[in-house]
């Protein structure tokens, strides 16, 4: 058998999804659009600091679907990596690791994520 025919790898054909590592990914993905509204919000400072024409420009964005749909994802992606962020810090100090407690908390986390970003936009967008 050549190495053209051979797979590439079997852990796409063999193992299942963890969650562990689901949630890890979910994790690193996060922070990447947490970076991205960073932009966003540095877009607003600019603006800001462009007089009061380019800030309600902005403002007028960010009030309409596209900025609320960027603030909810952020929202949300904030949640997330704050809960999950507090997740790996209890790991850190040798909470938690063992499966049971790993699965427990890493379904809390995305039981607890939809419920606070509700709770949040709620409180911001009453």
């Known amino acids: 058998m050549s190495a053209r025919q051979r797979p590439l790898s ?24 947490l ?22 420009a902005f403002m007028g964005f960010m009030a309409g679907i596209p900025g609320r749909i960027l603030v909810g994802g952020a929202v949300v992606a904030f949640v997330y990596h704050f809960l999950n962020g507090i997740r790996h810090l209890a790991w850190d100090t040798g909470w938690g690791l063992d ?6 908390t890493g379904y809390a986390v995305l039981g607890l994520t939809p419920v606070l970003s509700a709770l949040v936009l709620w409180l911001l967008w009453g």
């Open 35 to 56: 970076c991205g509204f960073a932009l966003v919000m540095s877009w607003g400072l600019v603006a800001l600091a462009g007089g009061q024409g380019s800030y309600e």
């Open 99 to 104: 499966l049971k407690r790993a699965y427990a």
């Open 10 to 33: 079997p852990h796409l054909q063999v193992y299942k999804p963890q969650l562990t590592a689901a949630t890890s990914i979910g994790h690193r993905i996060s922070g990447v659009l």
